[in-house]
């Protein structure tokens, strides 16, 4: 029975960063709409640069954004033995050589002519004995006439003449497998059916379909996914605001604003902007995947988190927030006086440090401060804290001899210590009676 199955194959040297989870979240969705399996897979053979650090940082992420891969999840590094065990299979069966060029043949043929594919073949048909003190490459026979042709997903029929490849190297003097040949032996053995990857690898794509036919497997279908840009067209960059994916979570982020923002970068639907997990399984389809570039807008992705954080109860912000917060009707009056005035969970953060540390009075707003609302001031003790709604009710029946925005004033400064800010009458409630006295009396005592 014919079975959806995707990658996802990261390289743990450096953190994954949005155009790689973007990818995986294509691949996830395809997998789990179809009832397939969505595979990770470390390629991890570049010893020199591979990082712990940033191998932890990768399955952290993945972690976080609750994109489960199905098992097994394979290292490269480990598979050693079958990447050779096939290289000596296209040796015995003469669809590969050993090439005994050495670099300074090749860098010497370089200087004399950019076009190296037929120099490169001068151990093709070779057939005498093993070249002493030269330990040699392991070349895949290319065709020397058509085309390698295949259809992509995304961008429809790609064809390449076969005057465009040449024998390129399958494995190194050392016995290692290349890039190109792994892949493909492990999308072949995991039986990948849909390769979807950046458009940074169609020009592999060649390649990897000449390993497949020369060992009879079968080729899967590829959609190669257009790059993510900045507003100008470039490559994104930090300086534009693009962050690793946990960089992102570290900024107060949601996964599900991050998803979904992601998920936009290169699929449409209509007009619709916001997307549940669930609605991106129903309408993902890698094939209406957009053929061009994505211009990258962090401002919409601020906005999608404003959503998100909006649609979060009570609890689940206490989770998120991760501070010392009980959950009671003033806790639900401070979380819900804030929620529209964060777009990030750091904003909420600040936001509640703002209301619930001592203030520090801000000089301007302090010297405009009326004598005559300081000495209004005490009437708060009057107040019933019960509820909001009596708090509110208590200041809009305030009687005063002069503008109540005058006593606002003098009881914002003595409350928050800043100009702006949330309601006062929700400050008082999340406060209680005792902190907001004390803090009236402490401002008071700072006028003397």
């Not at 990261?10 to 395809?30: D, E, K, M, V």
């Not at 957009?290 to 211009?295: E, I």
Request: glycine share 6%; net charge negative; aromatic share 10%.
């Amino acid at each position: 029975m014919f079975m959806i199955v995707t990658r996802f194959a990261p390289s743990p040297t450096g953190n994954l960063h949005i155009g790689g989870l973007r990818t995986a979240l294509y691949c996830y969705l395809y997998a789990r709409k179809n009832h397939g399996k969505f595979l990770l897979r470390i390629e991890d053979t570049d010893t020199e640069r591979n990082s712990q650090a940033a191998l932890d940082s990768i399955l952290e992420a993945f972690e976080w954004t609750e994109l489960e891969h199905d098992s097994p999840m394979w290292f490269q590094s480990k598979r050693l033995d079958i990447y050779k065990s096939y290289i000596q299979k296209l040796l015995d069966s003469k669809k590969a050589y050993y090439c005994y060029l050495t670099k300074e043949e090749l860098e010497s043929e370089r200087q004399k002519t950019k076009n190296l594919k037929d120099f490169t073949r001068k151990y093709r048909d070779y057939e005498g004995a093993p070249i002493q003190g030269i330990p040699p490459v392991v070349r895949i026979k290319a065709p020397l006439s058509g085309d390698v042709t295949f259809i992509d997903g995304i961008k429809g029929k790609i064809v390449i003449s076969a005057s465009e490849i040449d024998d390129f190297v399958i494995a190194r003097s050392d016995g290692t497998p290349t890039y190109n040949f792994v892949v493909a032996i492990d999308d072949a053995l995991s039986e990948i059916s849909d390769v979807i990857r950046g458009d940074d690898h169609v020009s592999n794509t060649p390649k990897q379909i000449l390993i497949y036919e020369a060992l009879g497997f079968k080729v899967p279908k590829f959609y190669h996914v257009p790059m993510i840009c900045n507003e100008a067209g470039a490559k994104l960059s930090k300086r534009d605001g693009a962050l690793s994916v946990l960089e992102y979570r570290d900024a107060g982020i949601l996964k599900e604003a991050l998803l979904n923002f992601l998920f936009r970068l290169g699929f449409s639907h209509g007009d619709q902007e916001i997307f549940s997990m669930k609605e991106m399984l129903e309408v993902f389809d890698p094939s209406e995947i957009n053929n061009s570039a994505s211009a990258c807008n962090f401002s919409k992705l601020m906005w999608l988190n404003s959503h998100y954080i909006k649609q979060k109860s009570m609890k689940e912000l206490l989770s998120l927030l991760k501070m010392d917060l009980e959950e009671n009707k003033r806790t639900e009056c401070l979380l819900e006086a804030l929620k529209s005035r964060a777009n990030t969970l750091n904003d909420f953060k600040l936001g509640i440090e703002s209301i619930l540390e001592k203030p520090r009075y801000d000089e301007k707003m302090d010297s405009k401060v009326s004598p005559l609302a300081l000495a209004s001031l005490p009437v708060v003790e009057d107040f019933d804290f019960q509820s909001l709604d009596s708090i509110k009710e208590a200041l809009h029946n305030l009687k005063l001899d002069y503008k109540i925005g005058i006593f606002m004033q003098a009881l914002r400064c003595a409350l928050l210590g800043k100009p702006g800010g949330i309601d006062l009458g929700e400050c008082l409630f999340i406060l209680g009676k005792d902190e907001s006295l004390e803090r009236i009396k402490a401002y008071l005592e700072s006028k003397k």
